[in-house]
């Protein structure tokens, strides 16, 4: 593609939580304070009805590329020691299509959509990375007396430059996992929007904030100091807040506060690995992180600032999906040519409503895959059908085939009590936009089969990139 010359563009900064549910702000229900998020809220607009994928890995790699994991073969958090896995560099990142389009480019903190070198940050678009390669899990491996026996290398922190290796910088473990996100990527992120605002270079950063993701430790600023209420979980949603305000205040004090977007959401709803916090912070929605495909594992905060371009004060419950950051963030910048033509892109462009000018996102179902590349569920309008779902422990076990797909209101019945099916059968008609919508998938198929994982995929032969 054509690289284009400096622009007239707005910045990007994409903050993503980690294991964050739609509870868990004030804005969103949440008892915890949260001052800085709320009010930043307000500025902008506040999506009730926002979808992310089922692990880490797939929600990451739905965001960078616009595409369902399945096709992408990140359908699920690779395991340890299991191998080539993450995004094959042939897939076109939101970073590469800023990069081609001018913007300078960077990625902090948590990566873990691919571990080899040719699928890191640096080889997916981004100038320049500081961070982890997969999870935050890994701060603890170190700890494990045999550990050194199994072969695995010690977990490290890395960096990496557009062209060059990555390299190691400092073990992560467990010293550095309280203060990963306020000592480093916090402040890494800080001063790259400063520099690059001095350079008035318009610049995308993508910040992998890593809380509140196991092993959950509060970092010494602010444990044990949450005066209104208690807990490590308020503790961390409180430094949450303040990182956040930071980031913002960055922005601000460089004078570009008019000029950039910024986006804050989460990768997974919370719960399922860490009662000992405290519980869930869902909101009114049933299931957890890994209690899907309920409401609770995938509908979490979504929330964009543009001042003077993106309305002020919106709260809405059209739906938007981690796929539609691609194709959204392409219209709002004025690049939707660069979006690629020859693989399917699943989200949608909802630029307009972005930016005041359509009442609606163009968004009106979500299929929602399980960790094993198969259809869980399908949302289309205010009605959830279940095809599959988990119980509890849901760590501990399979998916589940219902004998009759499940049908909800989500309108009336949030928390998926009420399955519509059990009481009257005249709702069977809510399959048929489900059957398009799956009809339309499988005939994709035929044309651009899934890639699978670990892939060495060089691309579909029928078609080539639509350049600039």
Known sequence: MAIQTKK???NIVFVLLDNIGWGTFGVYGGTIPTPRIDKFASEGIRFNNYNIEAQCTPSRSAILTGRHPVRSGTIRVPLPGEGLSGLVPWEYTIAELLSDDGYATAMYGKWHVGEHEGRLPNDQGFDEWWGIKNSSDEAGYSAWPLFKESGMPEPMIWEGKKGEPSNPVM????KVRPIFDGD????KTVEYI?????????????????EMHPPVIGHPDFVGKSTQRGGLYADIVAEIDYRVGQILDAVKEAGIDDNTIVILSSDNGSGGAMPQLGGCMNGPWRGDFLNTPFEGSM???GIIRWPGKVPSGVVTNEMLAAVDWLPTLAGMV???????KDRPIDGVDASAFMLGKSNTTGRDSYMFFGIDGELLSIKWKIYKTIFRYTETPALE????????PMFYDLTSDPHEDNNLFNSDMTCGWILAPCFKLIGEYQRSLKEYPNIKVGEDFKGYKKSTLQSA
């Open 8 to 10: 007239t563009r707005p």
């Open 171 to 174: 073990p992560f473990d467990l």
């Open 184 to 187: 480093y990527i916090i402040p």
């Open 194 to 210: 400063k520099r690059n605002a001095a350079a008035k270079q318009p610049f995308f950063v993508y910040v992998g904030y890593t």
């Open 299 to 301: 509908r979490v905060p």
């Open 334 to 340: 004025g690049a939707s040519k660069l979006v690629p």
């Open 397 to 404: 076990k399979p998916y589940i085939a219902s004998q009759f």
